[in-house]
């Protein structure tokens, strides 16, 4: 099984530009997440989604959007890329969104905004 | 609103010493805390949760409510220890939405041989 497969890994962008970063789980999860990481900030959720056809904002969801057309596959996509948005994103999957159930993640995008 | 701070950004400590990393909480429900951690080029992974009560790797970490702690600990650190550790809080959705984790700022650990 590979988890939670993330793609690309790396991408340098200019600012306006847009992309779409790719999260594919195949552990049959329902719930599916995904998180910024920047130096001194920790994890911050900025959307999820606790099943197909559903979505839902986290904690900084600004300039950023998601899908979840299928079960297996999450979306984040940024319309016009900002200098701000230059950070490593994770996606995350779990089988439930109950408390104690552990989030898995995948290995994480590393974007950088010009 | 929950929060979770890990007062330490970078935690140095030599190979065989005991480790204690720091992680309080702010949360008006009964919370429900993880460690995960993050080995230099390798992704986030759980290291352990609370109500596992488990050990992983020499580690353990035991809920104090009163303090509102839930603290990191390895009696003989090694040095494959070395790696970022994050601790989080799980808090109920509003709504219809799914429980969250609210991450910590992370500490980085590094043991020295």
């Known amino acids: 099984n590979a988890g939670v497969t993330q793609t690309p890994k790396f991408r340098v962008l200019k600012t306006g530009q847009s992309m779409t970063l790719l999260c594919a789980q195949d552990?049959?999860?329902?719930?599916m997440y995904w998180y910024r990481q920047d130096p001194g900030m920790g994890l911050r959720l900025i959307h999820y989604?606790?099943?197909?056809?559903?979505?839902a904002k986290g904690e900084v969801p600004d300039g950023y959007n998601v899908s979840r057309l299928k079960k297996q596959n999450f979306l984040l996509g940024l319309e016009s890329a900002a200098p701000s948005q230059t950070s490593v994103y994770f996606c995350?999957?779990?089988?439930?969104?109950?408390?104690?159930?552990?989030?898995?993640f995948g290995d994480g995008t590393r974007l950088s905004i010009l | 609103a929950q929060r979770v701070t890990q007062p330490e950004k970078l935690l140095s400590v030599f190979k065989g010493a005991p480790v204690e990393l720091k992680c309080n909480y702010s949360?008006?429900?009964?919370?429900?805390l993880f460690w995960y951690v993050q080995y230099s080029r390798q992704r986030l992974q759980l290291l352990l949760r609370?109500?596992s009560r488990e050990s992983i790797k020499g580690f353990t970490a035991d809920l104090n409510k009163g303090e509102t702690s839930f603290h990191l600990k390895k009696p003989f650190a090694q040095e494959e220890d070395s790696a970022m550790y994050y601790c989080?809080?799980?808090?109920?959705?509003?709504?219809?939405?799914?429980?969250?984790?609210?991450f910590g700022k992370g500490t980085k650990l590094s043991v020295i041989p």
């Open positions: 949360y008006s429900g009964s919370p429900e």
């Open positions: 995350a999957s779990s089988y439930g969104g109950v408390s104690n159930q552990p989030q898995h």
């Open positions: 989080a809080l799980s808090s109920p959705p509003r709504g219809a939405g799914s429980y969250q984790l609210t």
């Open positions: 609370h109500i």
């Open positions: 552990m049959n999860h329902e719930y």
């Open positions: 989604s606790v099943g197909e056809g559903t979505t």
